[in-house]
């Protein structure tokens, strides 16, 4: 069954107004109807998750006129009016976004949501910022999804607020309101070069702009894109982020690991449209390499010299994110499509961990996991004699044990790229785009990237391995903790979809190629943006002779 876009007009918008729509209906209720709430939000969630899919089937058999989907709000054509555009890398991001957000909201649905009276209004205010920040093709309307979506992870990163999380707010608060001044400096630096801040418009007037000029545009492009690396985490710029992740409740920092990628994401479109060709090609794509490299090695530093599994968490989505801003900055289109694959199975990973983590806290006592922590330090041998009488034969694992512990397994082997599952073939695609370059020898910084991504899930390994060695092993008597189907599900929802990026790698890749090849073409979008053309009046068909 295929779907025409003269079908569905409005489909562009849709993943907009739905959380907007669902937002403000739930805003005026406050405490109690918990299932009444849980259920509108849970119908907005889907209908997105419907809609990024009929979004992706019109991009891929090119519904939309050359793959690129480009929606006008209040009917003004483009540069004067708001473009919202769809390709098939944002509909794969709206895609990503609203399986994140069913899975985290499934989880919330017993505990979390119940905390907070706002819960669900801001969950909604969120998705609706990063769909916007995903669809729309205006510098103005990208800073006002930006503020919609942090406004929102402020509350929710508040919600069900002890101390640590208060401290923890205060500095991701801080932090990205300074992200947001250099957001709205930047982009005023650009308007009052180019005197434009659609993206495509300014993607075709950079050609032309004089000499003297161009300093102050690439001044305004690096004052706008510190405010991504920011979110992106980029070294020394990603401070905050271990600190939020591991103090966030758990669907929230599931949430916060797909905000990471809004940074990388924006960074990718805006780079490839403005600098990949022309007088200005090649800016900053240095900066962006060997800053994603520093980020690497920052994320494996932390993540080697922490025993909290939050930080954990929060290490390894540094370390995803500086992968993915070196593979932006070298600037080879087949590298950026593993790299793709890599932010999908990574983003999927690190959340799924992070909602584990609570499960496994349950069988993580204080006392227990000090005396492992010292039983480790001091090479304590606890194992009793071959002819003991008390020796196990063994004995059964409960359900949710053998659950937590095939969990982590999945997680850790994903995080540190290790077959047979999706991390592996992530990483092994990046390393056969960077061993095969396209008509040049391999570089030194394809070298130095390949050692790194190497050396950091070595790491990444390493340090799984010895949580898990004194959550599962070191801990002398587990109770096996009760688990809710609504938390079990999502976390085997999300590692079950890795899977399945594993089985179905060729066609993911194969789509992710033509992704990947769409954003490596700007003229396309320059044209298709520029030359789309206003809906016709009520009476134009009656005027025309």
């Not at 003269?6 to 209906?25: D, K, S």
């Not at 939000?41 to 419907?50: D, I, N």
């Not at 002890?162 to 650009?190: K, P």
Request: charged share 10%.
């Amino acid at each position: 069954m295929t779907f025409s876009l003269a079908a569905f007009p409005h489909l562009v918008i849709l993943p907009i107004l739905l959380p907007l729509v669902c937002g403000a209906l739930l805003a005026p209720f406050t405490q109690g109807r918990h299932r009444m709430k849980f259920g509108l939000a849970y119908a907005s969630v889907l209908g997105q998750l419907a809609v990024a899919l009929m979004l992706m089937l019109q991009a891929d058999h090119e519904h939309f006129q050359g793959g690129i989907g480009v929606y006008l709000a209040a009917n003004w054509a483009a540069p004067f009016g708001i473009a919202l555009m769809a390709d098939r890398l944002s509909a794969l991001m709206l895609l990503l976004t609203s399986v994140l957000a069913l899975a985290a909201l499934h989880y919330a649905m017993q505990r979390w949501s119940r905390i907070g009276v706002h819960f669900h209004p801001l969950f909604q205010f969120l998705l609706m910022g990063i769909n916007g920040a995903f669809l729309t093709h205006d510098l103005f309307n990208l800073f006002v999804f930006f503020e919609v979506m942090l406004a929102a992870s402020y509350g929710l990163v508040l919600h069900g607020y002890n101390a640590e999380r208060l401290r923890a707010s205060m500095q991701y608060i801080a932090v990205n309101l300074a992200a947001a001044l250099l957001f709205l400096l930047g982009t005023s630096l650009i308007y009052a070069t180019t005197g434009t801040l659609n993206m495509a418009d300014l993607a075709a007037r950079i050609g032309a702009m004089p000499a003297e000029s161009a300093g102050l545009l690439k001044l305004g492009v690096t004052v706008l894109v510190l405010a991504f690396l920011v979110k992106s985490a980029m070294w020394p710029l990603g401070f905050w982020l271990p600190t939020t992740y591991a103090a966030a409740s758990p669907p929230v920092a599931a949430m916060l690991v797909l905000m990471t990628k809004v940074g990388a994401y924006v960074i990718l479109r805006l780079w490839l449209l403005l600098f990949s060709d022309g007088q200005n090609a090649g800016f900053g794509f240095d900066a962006l390499l060997w800053g994603g490299m520093a980020t690497i090695v920052f994320g494996a530093a932390g993540m080697l010299s922490t025993d909290s599994a939050g930080r954990m968490a929060g290490y390894s989505a540094v370390i995803s994110s500086g992968t993915l801003l070196a593979v932006i900055g070298y600037g080879q289109p087949a590298l950026v499509t593993a790299g793709l694959y890599y932010l999908i199975g990574s983003t999927l990973a690190v959340a799924a961990f992070l909602l584990l983590i609570e499960l496994i806290d349950r069988i993580r006592s204080p006392s227990a996991a000090m005396l492992a922590l010292t039983m480790e330090a001091w090479a304590v041998d606890d194992s009793e004699p071959d002819d003991s009488p008390n020796e196990p034969r063994g004995k059964g694992v409960p359900a949710a044990m053998a659950f937590l512990s095939v969990g982590f397994a999945a997680c850790a082997l994903m995080i540190a790229g290790l077959p047979p599952l999706s991390g592996f073939v992530a990483k092994f695609g990046m390393f056969h785009a960077l061993l095969n370059p396209e008509g040049e020898a391999v570089r030194s910084a394809g070298w130095t990237l390949m050692a790194l991504i190497f050396v950091s899930g070595l790491i990444s390994i390493i340090s799984m391995l010895r949580f898990g060695v004194r959550t599962f092993w070191a801990t002398p008597v587990v109770t096996p903790p009760r688990l809710h189907l609504s938390e079990v599900a999502p976390i085997a929802a999300l590692l079950l979809l890795s899977v399945a990026m594993t089985v179905q790698a060729r066609p993911l890749f194969d789509y992710l190629g033509r992704a990947s090849a769409d954003i490596h073409r700007p003229a396309n979008y320059i044209e298709r943006v520029l030359t789309e053309p206003a809906v016709p009046g009520p009476g134009a068909a009656r005027e025309a002779p």
